[in-house]
């Protein structure tokens, strides 16, 4: 793009959405000064949908088809998408430009009254409408229930504290992104409950050959995280999993190493297959590969399968 030109930055019209925008542009423009941005509001699909559980809805591209097609229109010239978001096939002429710095990718426990995950009663409900939040949960507690929680992150915690639920997950990136995180009751650490794919970090997507774009992009593009999430959407895409089973990954490097971490499970969460591998980031997709090797010999296949059967027949 011309630097004449003021940089269109497509973006949902949610709370965390404008933010982590305005987060890129704001690095951004610390990094060029001079530059011009501003945002466009685009509704995507997801969006418009609020009544029904996301794995219900289902479907590729459910927060983010609408934004490439802007792009290819170009109606706009950078898309902020949340990672987790984004589907692990990009639509035709367009690419990631650039992966920011991650944000904390865990989990975390909101409760009203501030009790401890683990102390909750028996029965208690829990309000989320991830399969993966929900099958990881059962695997600790199969006692639990679970209502639906949708729409913007301070609206989630109004219905938390309304008395919707004893307690609700969300991530621990949206919080800190909002200034929200004086809310949380505690993180859920890993060993508790593996992170979603992507969770935590931003991609930003543009036409594939805006060269100039991705020239100003370099000075927030983080390559730790960008391999990372890589990683953890190959492994996403070789599973064929999308939104519509309890599939969670996490990679980070460590020392020089990347440790890749993956579960796949039943959504009652009384299967949970299990997956390590852990060799220099370079080798990433070496870390792929054994990953799904190891989950399809445990009959990852077979599960992810069940999921969709099950959440078919769950349909109107």
């Known amino acids: 793009m011309d630097p004449t030109e003021t940089l269109v930055v497509g973006t949902r019209g949610s709370q965390l959405a404008r933010a982590q925008s305005q987060w890129v542009i704001d690095r951004l423009q610390a990094a060029h000064p001079g530059l011009s941005a501003r945002m466009e509001i685009i509704t995507t699909r997801g969006d418009r949908q609020q009544t029904k559980p996301l794995p219900e809805i289902g479907g590729k591209g459910l927060f983010t088809e609408e934004l ?11 898309a ?25 990718p865990r989990d975390a426990w909101v409760a009203a009254d ?41 609206t989630r915690i109004r219905k938390i504290h309304g008395g919707s639920c004893a307690g609700a997950v969300l991530a621990m990136a ?35 050959n805006d060269v100039r774009l991705r020239g100003r992009l370099a000075a927030i593009h983080d390559e730790a ?12 895409r070789g599973l064929d999993a999308g939104c ?47 990953i799904l090797s190891d989950l399809r010999r445990q009959g990852a296949e077979q599960v992810v399968a069940a999921c969709r059967e099950r959440l078919r027949g769950q349909s109107p």
């Open 244 to 290: 519509r089973a309890p599939v969670a990954v996490y990679a980070h490097v460590v020392d020089d190493r990347l440790q890749v971490q993956a579960r796949v499970l039943s959504v009652d969460g009384r299967q949970t297959l299990r997956a390590a591998a852990g060799l220099p980031p370079t080798r990433w997709n070496e870390c792929v590969a054994q």
């Open 114 to 154: 501030g009790t401890p995950f683990e102390r909750l009663p028996a029965g208690s409900a829990v309000g989320t409408s991830s399969l993966r939040r929900q099958a990881q949960l059962l695997a600790r507690r199969p006692d639990l229930t679970f209502v639906g929680l949708r729409g913007n992150v301070d």
């Open 80 to 104: 902020v998408h949340s990672a987790k978001d984004l589907p692990t096939n990009l639509a035709e002429g367009l690419a990631i430009l650039a992966v920011p710095v991650r944000e904390d």
């Open 68 to 78: 490439e097609q802007a792009l290819r229109q170009g109606r706009i010239d950078l």
């Open 225 to 236: 995280t960008t391999i990372a999430v890589e990683t953890e959407r190959a492994i996403l």
């Open 174 to 208: 949206g919080l800190n992104r909002l200034d929200l995180a004086r809310h949380v009751t505690h993180p859920l650490e890993v060993e508790v409950m593996l992170p979603a794919p992507g969770q935590g970090a931003l991609v930003l997507e543009g036409r594939t």
